[in-house]
């Protein structure tokens, strides 16, 4: 595909003329609702896992948000084909929004491997810590998401480029994106190391990494119900049982959000590991950008950082609670 040529009109399944509404509606509940996750999360005094949901409820937030942008002016403003004119603000507004919303993708996804890491250690290894040790773990994990993502998506900013329409001698006007000269003047050097790191480093690893600690959680999960089923005290298993309940539900919900995790990045890891077997010039992101099929990824993407709010009211008595109070129900 040319860069110069194409027109982002591919619309494989008929599903463009529908994206804008409804990822529209999801990105405007979605960044609604995970207010309310922040809110909820910090209503009282938060332990590490609580810091990292609330945290992760204001990335998911940031990245619909900017998605929302994007999408209003894309598909409601103006339209996602080049036929349609674009000034070059707004062509520069969606390629800011694009670097934004991965970003804050970005350090949603590095909290969620967090949270799965945290949990690990505290359901397999009874890692119990004091207060001050728990705010700096916090703490060093909160400045090395920021530092880590920031460095690992500065790459990113050299991909693409905004150029006149008038100049490249067609009866069009206006403005579109393309990939930068850097970008295919460099294609072994940057375009494809860009892909591993994008489809390995940042997506099937952390997949493999958080598949394998909800393995070992679900594993201890059930050794700890085999033990508590062999207590022959009644009393015993009458203690135990409402904390032992609340226990396992608050680890299968985080696992339940590692799991709708890994599901929505596989597509995009995929696609990005094959792309960078392909060792050539690749459209990777373009396709991302302009296609019917990543319009359809974005939306299983979304979904995604929407769907946290009603696991964790279903799942989990400590943030229905936090509703309660924060709502005054």
Excluded at 86 to 92: L, Q
Excluded at 210 to 232: F, H, N, P
Excluded at 249 to 257: A, N, Q, V
């Amino acid at each position: 595909m040319d860069n110069t040529s194409s027109t982002g009109s591919e619309d494989m399944f008929g599903y463009r003329e529908i994206h804008g509404y409804i990822s529209t509606i999801v990105c405007s509940i979605g960044v609604m609702l995970n207010i309310v996750n922040y809110l909820a999360w910090t209503r009282q005094s938060a332990s590490v896992s609580d810091t990292l949901l609330a945290s992760l409820g204001v990335t998911d937030g940031l990245a619909l948000l900017s998605y929302l942008i994007f999408n209003v002016y894309f598909y409601h403003v103006s339209g996602p084909y080049v036929s349609v004119y674009h000034s070059e603000a707004g062509m520069k507004m969606v390629i800011i929004c694009f670097h934004a919303y991965i970003i804050f993708h970005m350090l949603s996804n590095f909290l969620t491997v967090a949270l799965a890491v945290i949990r690990y250690f505290h359901v397999c290894r009874r890692c119990a810590k004091t207060e001050i040790c728990k705010m700096k773990i916090t703490r060093f994990i909160m400045v090395s998401g920021v530092l880590s993502v920031l460095l690992a998506t500065l790459p990113f900013y050299f991909y693409y480029e905004v150029y006149d329409l008038a100049d490249q001698s067609t009866n069009k006007t206006g403005f579109w994106i393309r990939k930068s000269n850097f970008a295919d003047n460099h294609v072994h050097e940057y375009q494809v190391p860009i892909l591993w790191v994008y489809g390995v480093v940042f997506k099937i690893l952390p997949c493999a990494l958080m598949i394998a600690l909800s393995g070992y959680m679900v594993k201890s999960i059930r050794e700890a119900k085999r033990k508590k089923d062999q207590m022959t005290t009644s009393s015993d298993i009458s203690t135990t049982k409402k904390s032992s309940v609340e226990y396992n539900k608050t680890t299968l919900m985080l696992i339940i959000i590692v799991m709708i995790y890994v599901l929505s990045e596989i597509p995009i890891a995929i696609s990005a590991f094959i792309s960078g077997l392909q060792r050539a010039e690749s459209h990777f992101f373009y396709f991302l950008l302009f296609s019917s099929v990543g319009e359809v990824m974005d939306l299983i993407t979304i979904l995604n950082a929407t769907s946290n709010f009603f696991i964790y009211f279903t799942m989990c008595k400590k943030y229905r609670q936090n509703i309660k109070l924060l709502f005054q129900l």
